[in-house]
């Protein structure tokens, strides 16, 4: 278990660290870097978490897919130059996200969580195959409308920058 | 210490309060964009965290879904912000203001 919590805190830190760099750095562009350095470290997180089949799919959807857009749509917007100012709400931003902060730490320090006392760490894709598509409490009809959504999501961003 | 539930749930509550500040200071449409990213990845840290910890896999299944959405929400929304970029030549949130009354 050391080396787990090894990477644990070294990828908390990383992640953390990218996170901010996210949100400070005046560079849009490095902002996207950053963001994508962030994903994969929360694909490790997932991995000590012994989530494998997610980890796979942070991977391939967060830093493949919405990487890749997020430097597109930097690259199409041509803003780079002007880098990415903070607004007015600066100040109270920080306050209300500070408040959040101290308010989320209270109350995960002082609940006594329900924790099983053995972690188990056979392979999930199993598990999630039927815990999604079993008969009584499986979640079919919210996987054939997540199809539904995407399907409409895709049409929904073809349409919206289509030349005119 | 070994690390538990709780530094999985604080890490989670220290990357939603960054993307929290981001959302809400930030002048770029495209980097609000990337902090709404950022507070959905921490969000599904929480999930995996407590699926683990207590051994109920539906926590996993609803990381999936909100993984779908995420994408179908980036990819509407840079689409938004390129629709904008077009006709009013800049992606400053402050300055979308064509639906205020």
């Given at each position: 278990?050391?080396?787990?919590?090894i990477?644990?805190w070294?990828?908390?830190?990383?992640s953390?660290?990218?996170?901010?760099a996210?949100?400070?750095t005046r560079?849009?562009f490095?902002a996207?870097?950053?963001?994508?350095?962030?994903?994969?470290?929360?694909?490790?997180?997932y991995?000590?978490l012994?989530a494998?089949?997610?980890?796979?799919?942070?991977?391939?959807?967060?830093v493949?897919?919405?990487?890749?857009?997020?430097?597109f749509?930097?690259?199409?917007?041509?803003?780079?130059?002007r880098?990415?100012?903070?607004?007015?709400?600066r100040?109270?931003?920080?306050?209300?996200?500070?408040?959040?902060?101290?308010?989320?730490?209270?109350?995960?320090?002082s609940?006594?969580?329900?924790?099983?006392a053995?972690?188990?760490t056979?392979?999930?894709t199993?598990?999630?195959a039927?815990a999604?598509?079993?008969?009584?409490?499986?979640?079919v009809l919210?996987?054939e409308?997540?199809a539904?959504?995407l399907?409409?999501?895709?049409?929904?961003?073809?349409?919206?920058?289509?030349?005119k | 210490?070994?690390v538990?539930?709780?530094?999985?749930l604080?890490l989670s509550?220290?990357l939603f309060?960054?993307?929290?500040?981001g959302?809400l200071?930030?002048?770029?449409?495209?980097?609000i964009?990337?902090?709404?990213e950022?507070?959905?990845t921490?969000?599904n840290i929480?999930?995996?965290a407590?699926?683990?910890?207590?051994?109920?896999?539906?926590?996993?299944?609803f990381?999936?879904f909100i993984?779908?959405?995420?994408?179908?929400?980036a990819?509407?929304?840079?689409?938004l912000?390129?629709?904008i970029?077009?006709?009013?030549k800049?992606?400053?949130?402050?300055?979308?203001?064509?639906m205020?009354?």
């Amino acid at each position: 278990m050391m080396g787990l919590d090894i990477a644990f805190w070294v990828l908390a830190v990383v992640s953390v660290g990218a996170a901010l760099a996210v949100v400070l750095t005046r560079d849009i562009f490095r902002a996207a870097l950053f963001l994508v350095l962030c994903f994969f470290t929360v694909a490790g997180i997932y991995i000590t978490l012994s989530a494998d089949f997610l980890a796979g799919a942070q991977v391939l959807i967060y830093v493949g897919a919405i990487g890749v857009l997020i430097i597109f749509a930097i690259m199409l917007t041509r803003e780079s130059r002007r880098g990415s100012p903070s607004g007015r709400l600066r100040l109270p931003a920080l306050f209300i996200g500070l408040l959040f902060l101290v308010t989320m730490v209270f109350v995960v320090v002082s609940t006594d969580w329900y924790v099983i006392a053995e972690l188990p760490t056979e392979p999930t894709t199993t598990a999630i195959a039927q815990a999604l598509f079993s008969g009584e409490d499986g979640f079919v009809l919210a996987f054939e409308i997540a199809a539904a959504l995407l399907l409409a999501a895709i049409i929904g961003a073809i349409v919206l920058v289509r030349e005119k | 210490m070994a690390v538990g539930l709780e530094h999985f749930l604080i890490l989670s509550a220290v990357l939603f309060a960054i993307g929290l500040y981001g959302v809400l200071a930030k002048r770029n449409a495209v980097v609000i964009l990337m902090s709404i990213e950022i507070m959905l990845t921490a969000v599904n840290i929480t999930m995996v965290a407590f699926s683990r910890y207590s051994h109920v896999i539906s926590g996993q299944v609803f990381v999936i879904f909100i993984m779908v959405v995420a994408a179908a929400e980036a990819a509407v929304g840079l689409a938004l912000i390129i629709a904008i970029y077009r006709s009013r030549k800049t992606v400053d949130a402050e300055k979308f203001d064509l639906m205020k009354w």
